[in-house]
């Protein structure tokens, strides 16, 4: 199947994972921010995780210098603009991206401006690509819980504007979702939907919880439902949809290679999941990469790339008109 022209759908992009090298280069030379280089194959060293990455901590560390370049309203919205420009070029034709506000505010931005700004860029892209999209709000699990409401707060007024959902990322503890029920409660009672990274380093359990006490729909990885039977049968029951990355899954060592990747296993017991690349810069990948992926080391159907491309349509938080026009590209389109 050639996947560069299959319509997709992806609801799992960190921003501040996806940036151009040359961005990053152009804005960093303009404003004075200091690299570790401003030759792009160089750059890319410290931009992109190996596939031999030791854990998720050490992934995450390669979001340092993407942040550095992302302190203004001008740059984020340019930033917000080309990842979905990127996406629609290879026939992503709907996309959820996520980030924290809080993490762009050392120069002085408000949360509303920052969101605003990344609104701004995924609207501009809209009206010139083929692609529509929406924005999720991460929380650092690594940050108080006084900075989750701060973000809720601060993104209530965005819902239905471009803003949909909520959710929390970083590195992952074991039982981390008992200190955010109460902003994650908040913000369900505002209207936001609920996606939650979890089981994405060993803990299962913590899916369990991300289910129960914060009412998570979607699960961002979930690899390790595999290791804790509760989790598993309550993800299956639910049909809670998780958001699965193959290729970050490999570098952050949730899995050791891409044949002990769960998804098809999942898939065929009938858990919902969706192909996601979590970051493209980051882990140096596309949509249609990550789909080739999947259709190399399982064989997936034409019917299963079907069902899993209406399996993320059905998940997202799209309203639905886009839903329906969305489910229209795969029924027009022979794979």
Do not use: W
Not at 118 to 139: P, T, W, Y
Not at 149 to 172: Q, T
């Amino acid at each position: 199947m050639n996947f560069s022209i299959l319509p997709k759908i992806e609801l799992h992009c960190h921003l501040d994972g996806s940036l151009r090298p040359k961005t990053i280069i152009d804005i960093a030379e303009r404003e004075g921010v200091r690299l570790p280089s401003i030759i792009e194959e160089e750059l890319l060293k410290d931009l992109i995780a190996p596939l031999d990455c030791e854990s998720l901590d050490e992934y995450l560390k390669r979001f340092a210098i993407p942040n550095l370049v992302m302190q203004s309203k001008e740059n984020l919205k340019r930033i917000s603009f080309e990842l979905f420009e990127d996406a629609a070029k290879e026939n992503v034709k709907y996309m959820e991206v996520r980030f924290a506000p809080l993490l762009h505010t050392a120069k002085g931005l408000s949360v509303a401006e920052i969101i605003q700004s990344v609104i701004d860029g995924m609207r501009a892209a809209e009206s010139q690509f083929d692609i529509k999209g929406n924005i999720i709000l991460s929380c650092m699990r690594t940050m108080s819980v006084e900075s989750a409401f701060e973000v809720v707060e601060g993104g209530k007024s965005f819902l239905g504007k471009g803003v949909v959902a909520i959710d929390l990322c970083a590195s992952e503890v074991e039982g981390f979702s008992e200190r955010f029920v109460k902003p994650i409660a908040l913000a369900r009672e505002y209207g936001y939907r609920v996606t939650i990274h979890a089981g994405e380093t060993g803990i299962g359990k913590n899916v369990l919880e991300a289910v129960q006490l914060l009412g998570a729909e979607r699960i961002g990885h979930g690899v390790f439902i595999k290791d804790c039977p509760e989790a598993y049968a309550i993800v299956k029951e639910k049909q809670i949809v998780l958001e699965m990355c193959p290729t970050s899954n490999v570098q952050t060592k949730a899995v050791p290679n891409f044949s002990d990747h769960p998804i098809y296993h999942y898939h065929q017991d009938g858990i919902k999941v969706t192909v996601n690349t979590d970051n493209r810069t980051v882990s140096d990948t596309t949509m249609a990469n990550e789909c080739t992926i999947v259709f190399n080391e399982f064989q997936i159907s034409e019917q299963d790339y079907q069902q899993i491309y209406l399996t993320s349509v059905d998940a997202s938080f799209a309203d639905a008109e886009t839903k329906e026009k969305l489910k229209e590209y795969i029924s027009t389109h022979s794979i």
